[in-house]
C-alpha cells in the first residue's frame, strides 16, 4: 500500500473540512501540535535520562 500523493491529500483535506468545519478543523490541528510537540519533550527527557545514568554506572566501573 503506498502513501497518498498530491491530489489525494487535496481531496482529503476538503473531505475533512466538509465533515468537522473549518473552526474545528483548527482546533484539531492545534491539540495534534501539542501532542507532537509532548511526545518529542518526552522522548528527548527519556534520551537525558538514559545518557546520565549510563555516564553514573561508566563513573561508577571507573571508580571500581
Do not use: H, V, Y
Amino acid at each position: 500500500m503506498r502513501l497518498p500523493g498530491g491530489w489525494e491529500w487535496i481531496i482529503i483535506l476538503i473531505i475533512a473540512l466538509l465533515i468537522f468545519g473549518p473552526g474545528r478543523l483548527s482546533k484539531i490541528a492545534g491539540e495534534i501540535g501539542r501532542s507532537i510537540r509532548e511526545f518529542r519533550s518526552g522522548i528527548q527527557e527519556t534520551e537525558e535520562e538514559e545518557t546520565s545514568q549510563s555516564e553514573e554506572t561508566k563513573e561508577n566501573d571507573d571508580k571500581s
